[in-house]
């Protein structure tokens, strides 16, 4: 019942920018949190960013922290992660995490949903 479109991943050269979309719909009562991971070959995937909706809060991982930033349009349900000074190291496949409440028929319920994912990939 919840989709998530994720968008916006391609091939730029170091120190380019890149800004990736996750567009969430379906029966959703309220999106409560959303973030952003990454998996590279042959290792774990690991986490990003995150943002709080309710109040706007930001959480960022140290390896992207001063160049990434985790967005929001609550009006179309869109979380948005602004990638600056691309390094080599930031290749890797990009997901967005959707944490949201549902409604059923007897009550409401805490979800999570994963998006695609969408390739990044930074030339040296």
């Known amino acids: 019942q919840v989709q998530l479109v994720e968008s916006g991943g391609g091939l730029v050269q170091t120190g380019g920018p890149l800004r990736l979309s996750c567009a969430a719909s379906?029966?959703?009562?309220?999106?409560?949190?959303v973030g952003w991971y990454r998996q590279a070959p042959g290792k774990q995937r690991e986490w990003v960013a995150t943002?709080?909706?309710?109040?706007?809060?930001?959480f960022y991982a140290d390896s992207v922290k001063g160049r990434f930033t985790i967005s929001r349009d609550n009006d179309k349900n869109t979380v948005y992660l602004q990638m600056d000074s691309l390094k080599p190291e930031d290749t890797a496949v990009y997901y967005c995490?959707?944490?949201?409440?549902?409604?059923?028929?007897?009550?409401?319920?805490?979800?999570?949903?994963w998006g695609q994912g969408t390739q990044v990939t930074v030339s040296s």
């Open positions: 995490n959707n944490q949201v409440t549902i409604a059923t028929r007897f009550q409401k319920e805490e979800r999570t949903y």
């Open positions: 943002i709080i909706i309710s109040g706007g809060s930001r």
């Open positions: 379906g029966s959703i009562f309220r999106i409560n949190a």
